[in-house]
Protein backbone atom coordinates (compact mmCIF):
# COMPACT_ATOMS: atom_id res chain seq x y z
CA UNK A 1 0.00 0.00 0.00
CA UNK A 2 1.58 3.41 -0.63
CA UNK A 3 1.99 5.88 1.89
CA UNK A 4 -0.97 8.18 3.06
CA UNK A 5 -1.95 11.35 1.25
CA UNK A 6 -3.69 14.76 2.94
CA UNK A 7 -5.66 14.87 -0.45
CA UNK A 8 -7.39 12.60 -3.23
CA UNK A 9 -8.54 14.60 -5.43
CA UNK A 10 -11.20 13.15 -7.72
CA UNK A 11 -12.11 14.75 -10.89
CA UNK A 12 -9.59 16.48 -13.47
CA UNK A 13 -11.59 18.51 -15.16
CA UNK A 14 -11.12 22.59 -14.31
CA UNK A 15 -11.94 22.84 -10.49
CA UNK A 16 -9.88 19.32 -10.24
CA UNK A 17 -7.06 20.95 -11.69
CA UNK A 18 -7.67 24.19 -10.26
CA UNK A 19 -7.59 22.89 -6.76
CA UNK A 20 -4.53 20.38 -7.42
CA UNK A 21 -2.65 23.59 -8.56
CA UNK A 22 -2.99 25.31 -5.28
CA UNK A 23 -2.34 22.42 -3.29
CA UNK A 24 1.13 22.09 -5.12
CA UNK A 25 1.88 25.08 -4.67
CA UNK A 26 1.67 24.43 -0.97
CA UNK A 27 3.60 21.28 -1.19
CA UNK A 28 0.42 19.33 0.10
CA UNK A 29 0.70 15.59 -0.57
CA UNK A 30 -1.96 14.91 -3.09
CA UNK A 31 -3.28 12.67 -5.90
CA UNK A 32 -5.53 13.92 -8.85
CA UNK A 33 -7.42 10.98 -10.74
CA UNK A 34 -10.48 10.74 -13.37
CA UNK A 35 -12.19 8.53 -15.00
CA UNK A 36 -11.96 9.79 -18.43
CA UNK A 37 -9.06 8.43 -20.26
CA UNK A 38 -8.22 11.85 -21.70
CA UNK A 39 -9.21 15.52 -21.06
CA UNK A 40 -11.73 17.47 -22.49
CA UNK A 41 -11.45 17.79 -26.28
CA UNK A 42 -14.39 20.00 -26.71
CA UNK A 43 -14.70 23.42 -26.01
CA UNK A 44 -17.44 23.04 -23.34
CA UNK A 45 -17.67 25.65 -20.83
CA UNK A 46 -16.17 28.41 -23.18
CA UNK A 47 -16.01 31.86 -20.59
CA UNK A 48 -13.93 32.69 -18.20
CA UNK A 49 -14.83 35.70 -16.13
CA UNK A 50 -12.11 38.24 -14.28
CA UNK A 51 -12.31 37.46 -10.83
CA UNK A 52 -11.89 33.78 -12.03
CA UNK A 53 -8.23 35.34 -13.94
CA UNK A 54 -7.44 37.33 -10.80
CA UNK A 55 -7.34 34.20 -8.82
CA UNK A 56 -5.59 32.11 -11.03
CA UNK A 57 -2.51 34.57 -11.25
CA UNK A 58 -0.66 33.53 -8.82
CA UNK A 59 0.00 29.89 -10.14
CA UNK A 60 1.47 31.65 -13.57
CA UNK A 61 -1.14 30.55 -15.76
CA UNK A 62 -2.92 33.86 -16.22
CA UNK A 63 -1.67 35.14 -19.10
CA UNK A 64 -0.85 31.41 -21.29
CA UNK A 65 -4.96 31.46 -20.91
CA UNK A 66 -5.28 35.07 -22.06
CA UNK A 67 -3.00 34.67 -24.66
CA UNK A 68 -5.08 31.69 -26.22
CA UNK A 69 -8.43 33.12 -25.67
CA UNK A 70 -10.43 35.94 -27.27
CA UNK A 71 -11.10 39.03 -25.17
CA UNK A 72 -14.97 39.94 -25.77
CA UNK A 73 -15.27 44.19 -24.14
CA UNK A 74 -18.62 43.69 -27.05
CA UNK A 75 -21.93 42.32 -27.01
CA UNK A 76 -23.96 42.51 -30.21
CA UNK A 77 -27.97 42.51 -29.06
CA UNK A 78 -29.53 41.42 -31.79
CA UNK A 79 -33.45 42.64 -31.29
CA UNK A 80 -36.87 42.48 -33.62
CA UNK A 81 -35.82 45.52 -36.47
CA UNK A 82 -33.26 46.69 -34.04
CA UNK A 83 -29.50 45.96 -33.03
CA UNK A 84 -27.54 47.07 -30.32
CA UNK A 85 -23.87 46.95 -29.63
CA UNK A 86 -23.23 46.88 -25.85
CA UNK A 87 -20.19 47.34 -23.74
CA UNK A 88 -18.93 44.30 -21.90
CA UNK A 89 -17.35 45.17 -18.32
CA UNK A 90 -16.46 48.98 -19.60
CA UNK A 91 -17.87 50.03 -16.04
CA UNK A 92 -17.91 48.62 -12.58
CA UNK A 93 -14.69 46.73 -13.18
CA UNK A 94 -12.41 49.54 -13.25
CA UNK A 95 -10.72 47.82 -10.04
CA UNK A 96 -9.45 44.60 -11.98
CA UNK A 97 -6.78 43.82 -14.11
CA UNK A 98 -8.75 42.01 -16.53
CA UNK A 99 -11.66 43.87 -17.30
CA UNK A 100 -13.11 41.99 -20.16
CA UNK A 101 -14.97 38.60 -20.55
CA UNK A 102 -12.18 35.72 -22.21
CA UNK A 103 -13.45 33.44 -24.53
CA UNK A 104 -11.07 30.06 -24.51
CA UNK A 105 -12.70 26.23 -25.06
CA UNK A 106 -12.77 24.48 -21.75
CA UNK A 107 -10.03 22.03 -23.40
CA UNK A 108 -7.59 24.93 -23.83
CA UNK A 109 -8.51 26.24 -20.39
CA UNK A 110 -7.54 22.25 -19.10
CA UNK A 111 -4.77 22.08 -21.28
CA UNK A 112 -3.05 25.51 -19.64
CA UNK A 113 -3.65 23.88 -15.88
CA UNK A 114 -2.59 20.57 -16.81
CA UNK A 115 1.08 21.95 -18.25
CA UNK A 116 1.58 23.91 -14.89
CA UNK A 117 0.93 21.09 -13.07
CA UNK A 118 3.50 18.85 -15.16
CA UNK A 119 5.92 21.05 -14.93
CA UNK A 120 5.72 21.14 -11.50
CA UNK A 121 5.88 16.77 -11.65
CA UNK A 122 2.63 16.27 -10.98
CA UNK A 123 0.93 13.80 -13.32
CA UNK A 124 -2.77 13.66 -13.47
CA UNK A 125 -3.65 9.50 -13.36
CA UNK A 126 -6.39 9.47 -16.15
CA UNK A 127 -8.77 6.64 -16.83
CA UNK A 128 -8.26 5.91 -13.20
CA UNK A 129 -11.57 5.82 -11.39
CA UNK A 130 -12.85 6.06 -7.95
CA UNK A 131 -15.16 3.05 -7.35
CA UNK A 132 -15.53 2.58 -3.19
CA UNK A 133 -14.36 4.14 -0.16
CA UNK A 134 -14.21 3.13 3.77
CA UNK A 135 -13.74 5.35 6.57
CA UNK A 136 -10.61 3.83 8.39
CA UNK A 137 -9.74 5.78 11.49
CA UNK A 138 -7.51 8.99 10.92
CA UNK A 139 -7.91 8.10 6.82
CA UNK A 140 -10.29 7.01 3.65
CA UNK A 141 -9.61 3.78 2.10
CA UNK A 142 -9.99 4.68 -1.23
CA UNK A 143 -10.83 1.85 -3.88
CA UNK A 144 -8.80 2.99 -7.27
CA UNK A 145 -9.64 1.33 -10.77
CA UNK A 146 -6.26 1.44 -13.13
CA UNK A 147 -6.85 1.63 -17.04
CA UNK A 148 -6.06 -1.96 -16.95
CA UNK A 149 -8.70 -3.02 -14.91
CA UNK A 150 -6.64 -3.79 -11.45
CA UNK A 151 -7.42 -2.05 -8.40
CA UNK A 152 -5.47 -0.08 -5.87
CA UNK A 153 -6.34 1.14 -2.65
CA UNK A 154 -5.15 4.51 -0.82
CA UNK A 155 -5.70 6.39 1.99
CA UNK A 156 -6.43 9.92 2.18
CA UNK A 157 -7.32 12.45 4.61
CA UNK A 158 -9.47 14.32 2.69
CA UNK A 159 -10.96 13.15 -0.50
CA UNK A 160 -12.34 16.48 -2.64
CA UNK A 161 -14.74 15.48 -5.27
CA UNK A 162 -14.75 17.52 -8.36
CA UNK A 163 -16.21 14.88 -10.54
CA UNK A 164 -19.12 16.72 -11.67
CA UNK A 165 -22.94 16.45 -11.87
CA UNK A 166 -22.87 12.54 -11.11
CA UNK A 167 -20.41 12.73 -8.50
CA UNK A 168 -19.34 9.20 -6.83
CA UNK A 169 -17.74 11.39 -3.69
CA UNK A 170 -21.00 13.03 -3.70
CA UNK A 171 -22.92 9.40 -3.40
CA UNK A 172 -19.93 7.92 -1.61
CA UNK A 173 -20.49 10.68 1.05
CA UNK A 174 -24.15 10.36 1.28
CA UNK A 175 -24.88 13.78 0.53
CA UNK A 176 -28.26 14.42 -1.91
CA UNK A 177 -28.41 16.45 -4.48
CA UNK A 178 -31.48 18.12 -4.33
CA UNK A 179 -34.08 20.00 -8.01
CA UNK A 180 -35.42 19.39 -11.11
CA UNK A 181 -34.16 19.54 -15.16
CA UNK A 182 -35.69 22.22 -17.36
CA UNK A 183 -38.40 20.99 -19.56
CA UNK A 184 -36.41 22.47 -23.00
CA UNK A 185 -33.86 20.63 -24.75
CA UNK A 186 -30.46 22.61 -26.11
CA UNK A 187 -28.39 22.72 -28.96
CA UNK A 188 -24.93 23.13 -28.71
CA UNK A 189 -22.38 23.67 -31.67
CA UNK A 190 -18.84 24.76 -32.45
CA UNK A 191 -18.30 26.23 -35.90
CA UNK A 192 -18.16 28.38 -38.65
CA UNK A 193 -20.72 31.42 -39.17
CA UNK A 194 -20.50 33.69 -41.95
CA UNK A 195 -22.56 36.77 -41.83
CA UNK A 196 -21.41 37.63 -37.77
CA UNK A 197 -19.33 40.91 -36.85
CA UNK A 198 -15.89 38.90 -35.60
CA UNK A 199 -14.49 39.70 -32.01
CA UNK A 200 -18.04 40.66 -30.28
CA UNK A 201 -20.86 38.20 -28.88
CA UNK A 202 -23.94 37.94 -30.83
CA UNK A 203 -27.48 37.14 -29.21
CA UNK A 204 -30.54 37.53 -30.86
CA UNK A 205 -33.86 37.71 -28.88
CA UNK A 206 -37.14 36.76 -30.35
CA UNK A 207 -40.68 35.43 -28.63
CA UNK A 208 -39.50 31.97 -29.16
CA UNK A 209 -36.65 32.26 -27.00
CA UNK A 210 -32.37 33.51 -27.56
CA UNK A 211 -29.47 32.32 -29.89
CA UNK A 212 -26.12 33.07 -29.00
CA UNK A 213 -22.70 33.01 -30.88
CA UNK A 214 -19.80 33.29 -28.82
CA UNK A 215 -16.06 34.05 -30.25
CA UNK A 216 -14.22 30.88 -29.86
CA UNK A 217 -11.41 31.13 -31.93
CA UNK A 218 -10.55 27.37 -31.74
CA UNK A 219 -11.41 24.85 -32.31
CA UNK A 220 -13.88 26.30 -34.42
CA UNK A 221 -14.58 30.41 -34.53
CA UNK A 222 -17.64 30.37 -32.93
CA UNK A 223 -19.65 28.92 -30.39
CA UNK A 224 -23.90 28.41 -31.21
CA UNK A 225 -26.08 27.50 -28.19
CA UNK A 226 -30.25 27.47 -29.14
CA UNK A 227 -32.90 26.01 -27.67
CA UNK A 228 -34.37 23.57 -29.88
CA UNK A 229 -37.38 23.11 -31.48
CA UNK A 230 -40.06 20.77 -30.92
CA UNK A 231 -39.15 17.47 -32.34
CA UNK A 232 -36.47 14.83 -32.06
CA UNK A 233 -33.88 13.56 -34.56
CA UNK A 234 -30.14 13.99 -34.64
CA UNK A 235 -28.45 16.86 -34.52
CA UNK A 236 -27.02 18.16 -37.85
CA UNK A 237 -25.73 20.94 -39.46
CA UNK A 238 -29.33 21.80 -41.70
CA UNK A 239 -30.83 21.67 -38.32
CA UNK A 240 -29.07 24.27 -37.03
CA UNK A 241 -29.19 26.64 -40.04
CA UNK A 242 -32.95 25.80 -39.88
CA UNK A 243 -32.58 27.37 -36.06
CA UNK A 244 -30.27 30.28 -37.26
CA UNK A 245 -32.50 31.06 -40.45
CA UNK A 246 -35.76 31.34 -38.10
CA UNK A 247 -34.45 32.89 -34.96
CA UNK A 248 -32.29 35.85 -37.43
CA UNK A 249 -35.19 36.34 -39.82
CA UNK A 250 -36.18 40.16 -39.85
CA UNK A 251 -40.14 41.03 -38.86
CA UNK A 252 -40.25 42.56 -41.54
CA UNK A 253 -39.05 40.72 -44.50
CA UNK A 254 -37.54 37.28 -45.12
CA UNK A 255 -33.48 38.54 -44.56
CA UNK A 256 -31.41 38.71 -41.52
CA UNK A 257 -31.54 41.56 -39.49
CA UNK A 258 -28.73 42.77 -41.11
CA UNK A 259 -29.98 42.02 -44.67
CA UNK A 260 -27.95 38.82 -45.24
CA UNK A 261 -28.19 35.62 -44.16
CA UNK A 262 -26.27 33.87 -41.58
CA UNK A 263 -24.19 31.13 -43.33
CA UNK A 264 -23.39 28.10 -40.94
CA UNK A 265 -20.62 25.52 -42.06
CA UNK A 266 -17.87 23.06 -40.79
CA UNK A 267 -18.89 21.98 -37.22
CA UNK A 268 -16.75 20.80 -35.27
CA UNK A 269 -18.65 19.34 -32.89
CA UNK A 270 -22.54 19.11 -32.47
CA UNK A 271 -24.76 17.98 -29.77
CA UNK A 272 -28.03 18.20 -27.85
CA UNK A 273 -28.25 18.73 -23.94
CA UNK A 274 -30.46 19.03 -20.97
CA UNK A 275 -30.19 21.45 -18.73
CA UNK A 276 -30.30 21.33 -14.63
CA UNK A 277 -30.71 23.27 -11.58
CA UNK A 278 -29.64 21.50 -8.56
CA UNK A 279 -27.06 22.27 -5.50
CA UNK A 280 -25.86 19.51 -2.93
CA UNK A 281 -27.40 19.71 0.80
CA UNK A 282 -24.07 20.01 2.20
CA UNK A 283 -20.42 21.09 0.89
CA UNK A 284 -18.68 18.82 3.66
CA UNK A 285 -19.58 15.71 5.10
CA UNK A 286 -16.46 14.58 7.73
CA UNK A 287 -13.26 14.08 5.27
CA UNK A 288 -15.14 14.40 1.68
CA UNK A 289 -15.48 17.56 -0.04
CA UNK A 290 -17.51 18.64 -2.82
CA UNK A 291 -16.63 21.57 -5.58
CA UNK A 292 -17.73 22.76 -8.93
CA UNK A 293 -20.63 20.37 -10.80
CA UNK A 294 -20.15 18.00 -7.79
CA UNK A 295 -21.87 20.36 -5.51
CA UNK A 296 -24.42 22.99 -7.76
CA UNK A 297 -25.23 22.73 -11.56
CA UNK A 298 -27.48 24.80 -13.22
CA UNK A 299 -28.18 27.08 -16.36
CA UNK A 300 -25.21 28.68 -18.44
CA UNK A 301 -26.50 31.78 -18.80
CA UNK A 302 -24.02 34.26 -17.82
CA UNK A 303 -21.11 31.66 -17.81
CA UNK A 304 -21.01 30.90 -14.26
CA UNK A 305 -20.67 27.06 -13.92
CA UNK A 306 -17.02 26.75 -14.86
CA UNK A 307 -16.05 30.05 -12.75
CA UNK A 308 -17.81 29.33 -9.70
CA UNK A 309 -16.08 25.27 -9.75
CA UNK A 310 -12.39 26.97 -10.21
CA UNK A 311 -13.25 29.74 -7.33
CA UNK A 312 -14.84 26.86 -5.05
CA UNK A 313 -11.55 25.16 -5.25
CA UNK A 314 -9.06 28.28 -4.92
CA UNK A 315 -11.38 28.79 -1.67
CA UNK A 316 -10.65 25.22 -0.12
CA UNK A 317 -7.35 23.70 -1.53
CA UNK A 318 -5.26 26.64 0.73
CA UNK A 319 -7.81 25.91 3.93
CA UNK A 320 -7.05 21.65 3.18
CA UNK A 321 -2.76 22.68 2.73
CA UNK A 322 -2.90 24.77 6.23
CA UNK A 323 -5.04 22.11 8.07
CA UNK A 324 -2.63 19.44 7.02
CA UNK A 325 0.21 20.80 7.58
CA UNK A 326 -0.57 21.99 10.89
CA UNK A 327 -1.10 25.44 10.22
CA UNK A 328 -4.03 25.95 10.91
CA UNK A 329 -7.36 24.26 13.29
CA UNK A 330 -9.85 22.31 11.39
CA UNK A 331 -12.01 25.03 12.43
CA UNK A 332 -10.59 26.14 8.82
CA UNK A 333 -12.54 23.60 6.92
CA UNK A 334 -16.01 24.58 8.33
CA UNK A 335 -15.46 27.89 6.64
CA UNK A 336 -15.58 26.45 3.10
CA UNK A 337 -19.13 25.27 3.07
CA UNK A 338 -20.66 28.69 4.95
CA UNK A 339 -18.33 30.47 2.50
CA UNK A 340 -19.46 29.25 -0.82
CA UNK A 341 -22.52 27.38 -0.30
CA UNK A 342 -24.43 30.76 -0.47
CA UNK A 343 -22.20 31.73 -3.59
CA UNK A 344 -23.46 28.42 -5.16
CA UNK A 345 -27.21 29.02 -4.47
CA UNK A 346 -26.50 32.87 -5.49
CA UNK A 347 -25.53 31.36 -8.60
CA UNK A 348 -28.65 29.32 -9.28
CA UNK A 349 -30.70 31.31 -8.10
CA UNK A 350 -29.65 34.09 -10.25
CA UNK A 351 -28.88 31.73 -13.63
CA UNK A 352 -32.68 30.18 -12.87
CA UNK A 353 -34.15 33.87 -13.53
CA UNK A 354 -32.24 34.75 -16.39
CA UNK A 355 -33.07 31.28 -18.05
CA UNK A 356 -36.87 31.85 -17.44
CA UNK A 357 -36.70 35.07 -18.96
CA UNK A 358 -34.73 33.90 -22.00
CA UNK A 359 -36.60 30.62 -22.44
CA UNK A 360 -40.31 30.66 -21.13
CA UNK A 361 -43.11 29.73 -22.86
CA UNK A 362 -45.01 31.97 -20.75
CA UNK A 363 -47.26 34.37 -23.34
CA UNK A 364 -46.51 37.21 -21.36
CA UNK A 365 -42.88 36.44 -21.49
CA UNK A 366 -42.97 35.82 -25.31
CA UNK A 367 -44.76 39.28 -25.63
CA UNK A 368 -41.94 40.84 -23.18
CA UNK A 369 -39.06 39.23 -25.86
CA UNK A 370 -40.86 40.55 -29.01
CA UNK A 371 -42.02 43.94 -28.07
CA UNK A 372 -41.16 45.40 -24.88
CA UNK A 373 -37.47 44.67 -24.90
CA UNK A 374 -36.65 46.61 -28.36
CA UNK A 375 -37.93 49.68 -26.31
CA UNK A 376 -36.77 49.10 -22.94
CA UNK A 377 -33.34 47.84 -23.72
CA UNK A 378 -31.67 51.13 -25.03
CA UNK A 379 -33.16 52.94 -21.85
CA UNK A 380 -31.81 50.17 -19.97
CA UNK A 381 -28.50 49.92 -20.84
CA UNK A 382 -28.24 53.54 -20.90
CA UNK A 383 -27.75 54.01 -17.07
CA UNK A 384 -24.17 53.63 -15.86
CA UNK A 385 -25.43 52.43 -12.34
CA UNK A 386 -27.35 48.93 -13.49
CA UNK A 387 -25.04 48.16 -15.85
CA UNK A 388 -22.13 48.35 -13.53
CA UNK A 389 -24.22 46.27 -10.57
CA UNK A 390 -24.80 43.83 -13.49
CA UNK A 391 -21.20 43.50 -14.82
CA UNK A 392 -20.30 43.53 -11.53
CA UNK A 393 -22.24 40.54 -10.77
CA UNK A 394 -21.23 38.18 -13.53
CA UNK A 395 -17.59 39.41 -13.69
CA UNK A 396 -17.46 37.63 -9.88
CA UNK A 397 -15.66 40.77 -8.63
CA UNK A 398 -18.66 41.28 -6.27
CA UNK A 399 -18.78 38.01 -4.89
CA UNK A 400 -17.74 38.38 -0.93
CA UNK A 401 -17.46 36.73 2.70
CA UNK A 402 -18.58 39.36 4.92
CA UNK A 403 -21.25 37.38 6.74
CA UNK A 404 -18.36 34.35 7.47
CA UNK A 405 -16.81 33.00 9.88
CA UNK A 406 -13.39 34.48 8.85
CA UNK A 407 -14.05 37.42 7.99
CA UNK A 408 -13.60 40.22 10.97
CA UNK A 409 -12.70 43.53 11.37
CA UNK A 410 -11.39 45.48 14.35
CA UNK A 411 -13.02 48.06 16.90
CA UNK A 412 -11.83 50.69 14.43
CA UNK A 413 -13.33 49.89 10.89
CA UNK A 414 -12.27 51.94 8.22
CA UNK A 415 -14.09 54.67 6.99
CA UNK A 416 -13.75 53.91 3.31
CA UNK A 417 -11.91 50.93 1.37
CA UNK A 418 -12.78 47.08 1.33
CA UNK A 419 -14.30 45.55 4.29
CA UNK A 420 -13.90 42.13 6.15
CA UNK A 421 -14.49 39.65 3.41
CA UNK A 422 -14.59 41.76 0.89
CA UNK A 423 -12.34 40.85 -2.65
CA UNK A 424 -8.62 42.87 -2.54
CA UNK A 425 -9.40 45.23 -5.07
CA UNK A 426 -6.11 46.05 -8.12
CA UNK A 427 -6.10 49.40 -5.90
CA UNK A 428 -3.82 50.68 -7.06
CA UNK A 429 -3.24 49.16 -10.02
CA UNK A 430 -0.40 46.59 -9.08
CA UNK A 431 -1.44 45.47 -5.76
CA UNK A 432 -2.69 41.95 -6.88
CA UNK A 433 0.92 41.63 -8.63
CA UNK A 434 2.49 41.95 -4.94
CA UNK A 435 0.17 39.66 -3.21
CA UNK A 436 -0.20 36.84 -5.30
CA UNK A 437 2.35 34.55 -3.16
CA UNK A 438 1.46 31.56 -1.38
CA UNK A 439 -0.24 32.85 2.09
CA UNK A 440 -1.25 35.61 4.02
CA UNK A 441 -0.44 39.15 3.44
CA UNK A 442 -0.39 41.75 5.98
CA UNK A 443 -0.75 45.49 4.20
CA UNK A 444 0.31 47.80 6.53
CA UNK A 445 -0.52 51.67 4.97
CA UNK A 446 0.62 55.14 5.79
CA UNK A 447 3.96 55.63 6.95
CA UNK A 448 6.49 53.20 7.51
CA UNK A 449 7.76 54.86 10.98
CA UNK A 450 4.23 54.42 12.64
CA UNK A 451 4.41 50.25 12.74
CA UNK A 452 6.02 48.35 15.79
CA UNK A 453 8.69 46.66 14.92
CA UNK A 454 7.80 43.87 16.08
CA UNK A 455 5.08 42.58 13.90
CA UNK A 456 3.19 39.43 14.69
CA UNK A 457 5.14 36.83 12.23
CA UNK A 458 7.06 34.81 14.71
CA UNK A 459 6.73 31.38 13.63
CA UNK A 460 4.50 31.83 10.27
CA UNK A 461 7.43 33.87 8.08
CA UNK A 462 6.37 31.26 5.36
CA UNK A 463 3.38 31.03 5.45
CA UNK A 464 2.65 35.49 6.40
CA UNK A 465 3.84 38.73 4.24
CA UNK A 466 4.05 42.22 5.20
CA UNK A 467 4.14 44.81 2.43
CA UNK A 468 4.36 48.61 3.72
CA UNK A 469 1.62 50.58 0.95
CA UNK A 470 2.72 54.03 2.33
CA UNK A 471 -0.54 56.42 1.12
CA UNK A 472 -0.97 54.70 -1.84
CA UNK A 473 -3.46 51.80 -0.76
CA UNK A 474 -7.41 51.16 -1.06
CA UNK A 475 -7.83 52.66 2.08
CA UNK A 476 -7.31 56.28 2.79
CA UNK A 477 -7.13 56.29 6.59
CA UNK A 478 -4.14 54.69 8.08
CA UNK A 479 -4.82 50.79 8.32
CA UNK A 480 -3.83 47.45 8.46
CA UNK A 481 -5.49 44.48 6.50
CA UNK A 482 -4.82 41.10 6.32
CA UNK A 483 -5.34 39.46 3.00
CA UNK A 484 -6.15 35.39 2.71
CA UNK A 485 -4.25 33.74 0.32
CA UNK A 486 -7.50 33.59 -1.94
CA UNK A 487 -7.56 36.97 -1.88
CA UNK A 488 -10.01 38.21 0.29
CA UNK A 489 -9.62 40.37 3.59
CA UNK A 490 -9.47 38.76 6.62
CA UNK A 491 -8.79 41.00 8.81
CA UNK A 492 -9.38 45.10 8.41
CA UNK A 493 -8.98 47.68 11.22
CA UNK A 494 -8.10 51.67 11.19
CA UNK A 495 -5.05 52.78 13.74
CA UNK A 496 -1.57 50.84 14.40
CA UNK A 497 -3.10 48.58 17.64
CA UNK A 498 -2.66 45.06 16.06
CA UNK A 499 -4.69 43.59 19.06
CA UNK A 500 -7.08 42.30 17.04
CA UNK A 501 -4.96 41.24 14.43
CA UNK A 502 -3.01 39.28 16.34
CA UNK A 503 -6.50 37.79 18.13
CA UNK A 504 -7.47 36.89 14.43
CA UNK A 505 -3.93 35.20 13.70
CA UNK A 506 -4.00 33.39 16.75
CA UNK A 507 -7.34 31.71 15.95
CA UNK A 508 -6.44 30.87 12.04
CA UNK A 509 -3.14 30.57 11.58
CA UNK A 510 -1.54 29.91 15.30
CA UNK A 511 1.49 28.73 13.82
CA UNK A 512 4.39 27.23 15.92
CA UNK A 513 1.53 26.68 18.99
CA UNK A 514 -0.50 24.41 16.97
CA UNK A 515 1.58 21.14 16.58
CA UNK A 516 0.58 18.36 14.52
CA UNK A 517 1.65 14.28 15.75
CA UNK A 518 4.19 12.18 13.15
CA UNK A 519 0.82 10.13 11.82
CA UNK A 520 -1.10 13.43 11.71
CA UNK A 521 -4.12 14.04 12.58
CA UNK A 522 -7.40 12.94 11.40
CA UNK A 523 -10.11 15.09 9.55
CA UNK A 524 -13.60 14.68 11.41
Same mark, same amino acid.
Given at each position: ?????????????????????????????????????????????????????????????????????????????????? &??????????????????????????????????????????????????????????????????????????????????????????????????????????????????????????????????????????????????????? &??????????????????????????????????????????????????????????????????????????????????????????????????????? &?? &??????????????????????????????????????????????????????????????????????????????????????????????????????????????????????????????????????????????????????????????????????????????????????????
Amino acid at each position: MTAPLDVLVVGAGPTGLALATQLRAYDTPFRIVDRSPDRARESRAPAIQPRTLEMLAGFGVTDDLVDRGSMAVRLHLHLPRR &ELEVPVFDVGCEDTPYPFLLFLPQSETEAVLAARLASRDVTVERGTELVGTEREGRYVSCRLRRPDGRQETVRARCVVGCDGARSTVRTQAGIAFEGQAYPQTFLLADLEVEGLEPGAAHTYMTSAGMLFFFPLGTPATWRMIAMRPPGGG &EVTLGLLQQIADDWTRDRTGDTGRDGHRLILRDPVWMTAFRIHNRGATHYRKGPFFLAGDAAHIHSPAGGQGMNTGIQDALNLGWKLAHVCRGAAPEELLETY &EA &ERAPVGHGVRRLTDRAFTVGTSGNPALRLARAHLAPRLAPVLLRAARPRARLFRTVSELGIHYRRGPASTSGPRRPRQGPQAGDRLPDLPPGLHKRTVAPGYHLLLTGPAHLWPSALPTHGRHDLLSVHHLGTDSPWPDIAHALVRPDGYVGYVARGTDLTGLRAYLDRWLPGPTLQVSADRRAIR
